[in-house]
């Protein structure tokens, strides 16, 4: 498998964990103050959208592949 598959496969990997993890199970530190606390729930609440973008780019990766090929 080459570079680009490789990169195809993480990507989508990656993507798969972002949309369906569970980030209710995530504890925040009570320490980093609440401007890190909001942007950590702001990222969790925004994390499907950027797994859909890594699964695409994954497939637009792996469509290169093909076409190399």
Known sequence: ???KGLLGTIL???GGFLLFG???KVEWPARLGPPAVKFMKFCVDYLP???VVSIVLGLATWMMVKKDS
């Open 1 to 3: 498998m080459n570079f």
């Open 12 to 14: 989508i990997v990656f």
């Open 22 to 24: 569970d980030p209710s």
């Open 49 to 51: 959208y950027s797994g």
